[in-house]
């Protein structure tokens, strides 16, 4: 098992806010609806898209969940799981992040995907629909039979501002690492 830090109550510093009034690019692709009483939201998705177009994406599904309370995602992948990072800190959420674990050597990247997907409630993907990794943990949600949301979205170019940097540093009162 990879190790997992859940991290409440950050302090957000000059977050950047979102513009956007309307996604003209987004297609949802799959989806079902969120189950009763969903406390963690996972979100995967492509690392060539990291704009706030992300992150509306993301908040849409956060105000279908009125019992949340954890954003599941993966630490290392930039683009939508750091946006999904940022997300869970603007919005004082607990967030679970998964880590690669090398003891499972090339099984590494499919036991970090399964960890975050079983210990959440509902899956958010959002795709390029070019690179496979987030048509990888696709198969792997409908493997776990986990409720989802599987949309594409056109990748992030110079023109849109970058919603995030780089993973984001926390400072927090209140840090357990399992």
Known sequence: MSKIIKIKKTEIQGQPKCDYQFQEDAKIVEYMPVPDGAKKLCVFGSRTIWDCRVALEINGIINQMPDITTIVTTQ???????????VAQE??????????????????FYNRS??????????????????????????????AKKHFCYMTLTQSDNRIDKYIGKNIALKTTNTKVE
Do not use: W
Not at 76 to 86: D, F, I, K, L, T
Not at 91 to 108: P, T
């Open 76 to 86: 290392e992948p930039r683009g939508v799981c750091e946006v999904g990072q940022r």
């Open 91 to 108: 919005r004082n959420l607990i967030l679970e992040l998964h880590f690669l674990n090398f003891k499972y050597a090339r099984g590494a």
């Open 114 to 143: 399964m960890e975050a997907i079983l210990a959440s409630d509902y899956v958010l993907l959002i795709h390029d629909g070019v690179l496979p990794g987030t048509a990888n943990e696709l198969q792997y949600t409908k493997k």
